[in-house]
Nanobody, 115 residues
Framework: QVQLVESGGDSVQPGGSLRLSCAAS????????MAWYRQAPGKQRDFVAL???????NYGESVKGRFTISRDNAKNTVYLQMDSLKPEDTAVYYC?????????WGQGTQVTVSS
């Protein structure tokens, strides 16, 4: 049974920082892309960032220059460092792994940015 577990979500003030983690357990196979998505209340799930097996990151326009994605292949873990947070970053953040067995999603972690 494959499971992705996110952690690190919290409530912070604008301008603050958070670091999200997503760890995989179970027989997940060979992980290709790791990514983060987010979904605000009443809105669709949007792409945030993706990291290739080689470590190259791609970012959504709204987070470029503020968020950094990284991965630890030995731990099957992906991270999202979020700096200069804005109220519009408030959402549930989901990790997504693309593997040779298929795609997997985490259960989500809440990030709230508010003064």
């Amino acid at each position: 049974q494959v499971q992705l577990v996110e952690s690190g979500g919290d409530s912070v003030q604008p301008g603050g920082s958070l670091r999200l983690s997503c760890a995989a357990s179970g027989s997940i196979g060979s992980i290709n892309y790791m990514a983060w998505y987010r979904q605000a209340p009443g809105k669709q799930r949007d792409f945030v960032a993706l990291i290739t097996p080689g470590g190259s990151g791609n970012y959504g326009e709204s987070v470029k220059g503020r968020f950094t994605i990284s991965r630890d292949n030995a731990k099957n873990t992906v991270y999202l460092q979020m700096d200069s947070l804005k109220p519009e970053d408030t959402a549930v953040y989901y990790c997504n792994y693309q593997t040779n067995f298929g795609a997997y999603w985490g259960q989500g972690t809440q990030v709230t940015v508010s003064s």
